[in-house]
C-alpha cells in the first residue's frame, strides 16, 4: 500500500508540471523521465516483448539467406571476403561460443550456391528474406502507429538497397577501422601522449559510434512515415549505447554461467544465441518507442489514450480529417501525414489512422510517397459530397460480410436505420468537400489549426 501511494504521488507529481515555460535544463530532465515511464510501461505490458520474440522466429528463419544474399551482392564489389567480421562482431557477446556459430553460419553461406538452388531456390530466398524485413518494417509501424506499409514497387526497391548499403557500410567501417589502426604513424602517434590516451578511449568509443549510427539509420528507414533526424538521434544514442553495454554484460554472462553449459550441453550455443538474438530486438525497438515519443510528445500520457471513438465523434474526425487535407491540397502546401494528420485533430494517431483507412477504403483519399508520404483527396473535391464522407465511415466494414450483412433483419429496425442514414444524407448533401473548405478559408477558421501547429513547432525546437 505505501509502495503503491508514493507511485501514485511521484506520477501526480511527474505529470502535474507544467514544462512548456521551464527552461530546458528543467524541462529536459522531466521530458526524459516521463518518456522513461511511457516506454518502461509499455515494455511490461508485453506488447515490445511479443514483437521481440516474433521477430526473433522470422530472423532465424531469414539469416543464412539474408546473409548469402549479400553475400552474393558484396561479391560484385570485391567485399565479400570482409562480411564475416560483421557477423563475429554481432556474435561476440557469446564468446567462444559465438565464433563457433559465427563458423558454422558461414560454412552454411558458403554452401548456398545458385546453380543448385535453381531459379525457384533463389527466388523463395529471396521472398524469405523480404518476409523478414517486411516484418521488421511491420513492428515498427506499430510503434509509429502507422497502418499502411510501403507500396510493392517502393518496398522492394527500399529492402534491396538496406540488403546492399546496409552490409556496405557495415564492412566499409570495419575495414576502414581496421585500416587506420595497422598505419605505422598511427602506431608511432599513439606511443606519443597524450595520443596514446586518446587512441585508447577512441578504441573503446568507436565501437558504439558504429553501432550508433546504425541504429540511426534504421530508425529513420524502417517505419513509413517521415522520421525527423533529432528524435532519430536520441533513439539512437540511446538504443545503441544500451546495445553496446549489453553485448558487454552478455559477454560475461555467458563467460561465467557454468551451469546452462552442464545441462544442456552442445545446446547450450543456441540458447545463448536465442537470448542474444531477443535481447537485440527488444533493444532496437525500445530505442524505436523512444524516437517515436521523441518525435511526438503529444503520445507521452500518463494514462493509456483510447483510440475507441464513437460514431458521432467518428464521423466528425472524417470531416476534420477531409478538411485538413483538403485545404493543405487546395494551398498546394505539402500533404498531411497521419502524424500531422493527429496534430491537426488532437485526436489520437490510431483514430486517425483507422479513419484514413476507411477514407483511402472508400476512394476519398489517396496516398502519396513525394516529397513525404503523406494524403491527398481521391478526386477533384468539387466532386465529393459531405454525405459520402460520412457515410464511409459509417458503413465501414474492415472484412466484408462481417458488418450489418451479417446481422438479423427486421423491417421495422431497418426502415429506423435506413431513416437516419436518409437524414444525415439529407443535412449534408447539398455541400462537397471544396465548398467546407473554401468556407473555412474564407472565415479564416483555419488560424486556430494553424497555431496549434506553430505552438507544437515551437515547443519542438525547444
Not at 117 to 146: C, D, P, Y
Not at 209 to 232: C, D, E, Q, S, W
Not at 379 to 400: F, G, N, T
Request: charged residues 15%.
Amino acid at each position: 500500500m505505501i509502495g503503491k501511494y508514493l507511485a501514485k504521488h511521484w506520477l501526480d507529481r511527474l505529470w502535474g508540471i507544467e514544462t512548456v515555460d521551464l527552461p530546458w535544463y528543467r524541462r529536459v530532465p522531466i521530458n526524459i523521465t516521463r518518456i522513461g515511464f511511457v516506454v518502461a510501461r509499455d515494455a511490461l505490458e508485453g506488447q515490445l516483448t511479443l514483437q521481440a520474440m516474433s521477430l526473433v522466429y522470422t530472423t532465424l528463419l531469414a539469416l543464412v539467406p539474408l546473409i548469402a544474399l549479400s553475400f552474393s551482392l558484396l561479391k560484385g564489389f570485391g567485399m565479400h571476403n570482409v562480411l564475416e567480421p560483421a557477423l563475429y562482431q554481432f556474435l561476440a557477446p557469446l564468446g567462444t561460443k559465438g565464433q563457433q556459430l559465427a563458423d558454422q553460419i558461414a560454412s552454411f553461406v558458403n554452401n548456398v550456391n545458385a546453380s543448385v538452388l535453381g531459379g525457384i531456390g533463389v527466388v523463395l530466398l529471396m521472398i524469405t528474406v523480404i518476409s523478414m524485413l517486411q516484418k521488421v518494417e511491420g513492428a515498427f509501424n506499430r510503434i509509429w502507429h502507422v497502418h499502411r506499409a510501403r507500396l510493392l514497387l517502393r518496398r522492394f526497391s527500399d529492402y534491396l538497397s538496406v540488403v546492399i548499403i546496409g552490409p556496405v557500410l557495415t564492412v566499409g567501417a570495419l575495414t576502414l577501422t581496421a585500416t587506420i589502426s595497422s598505419q605505422k604513424t598511427v602506431a608511432q602517434l599513439t606511443s606519443i601522449e597524450p595520443f596514446g590516451t586518446l587512441a585508447l578511449i577512441g578504441a573503446h568509443v568507436a565501437p558504439y559510434i558504429l553501432v550508433i549510427g546504425a541504429f540511426i539509420f534504421i530508425y529513420i528507414f524502417a517505419p513509413n512515415t517521415r522520421v525527423r533526424f533529432k528524435p532519430a538521434l536520441i533513439g539512437g544514442i540511446i538504443g545503441g549505447a544500451l546495445w553496446q553495454t549489453a553485448g558487454l554484460a552478455f559477454t560475461i554472462f555467458t563467460g561465467s554461467t557454468t551451469r546452462v553449459t552442464a545441462i544442456y550441453s552442445g545446446f547450450a550455443i543456441v540458447i545463448f544465441f536465442l537470448i542474444w538474438l531477443y535481447l537485440s530486438w527488444l533493444i532496437l525497438l525500445i530505442g524505436a518507442e523512444i524516437t517515436f515519443y521523441a518525435q511526438n510528445p503529444d503520445f507521452v500520457s500518463r494514462y493509456h489514450i483510447h483510440h475507441y471513438l464513437g460514431s458521432r465523434l467518428r464521423e466528425k474526425l472524417a470531416l476534420l480529417v477531409m478538411v485538413a487535407i483538403g485545404g493543405t491540397f487546395h494551398r498546394r502546401e505539402t500533404p498531411l501525414s497521419i502524424n500531422d494528420l493527429t496534430h491537426r485533430t488532437h485526436a489520437s494517431g490510431d483514430a486517425v489512422a483507422n479513419v484514413c483507412d476507411q477514407l483511402y477504403a472508400a476512394g476519398l483519399l489517396l496516398t502519396v510517397e513525394e516529397p513525404k508520404p503523406g494524403y491527398v483527396p481521391g478526386r477533384d473535391m468539387s466532386d465529393i459530397p459531405l454525405a459520402e464522407i460520412l457515410m464511409a465511415v459509417r458503413h465501414y466494414e474492415p472484412q466484408p460480410g462481417t458488418g450489418e450483412r451479417a446481422l438479423y433483419s427486421l423491417a421495422s429496425v431497418d426502415r429506423i436505420a435506413n431513416a437516419v442514414d436518409s437524414a444525415i444524407t439529407a443535412a449534408a448533401e447539398p455541400k462537397t468537400l471544396r465548398d467546407l473548405v473554401l468556407e473555412i478559408e474564407n472565415e479564416k477558421l483555419d488560424a486556430g489549426l494553424r497555431w496549434y501547429d506553430e505552438t507544437d513547432r515551437r515547443r519542438h525546437e525547444r
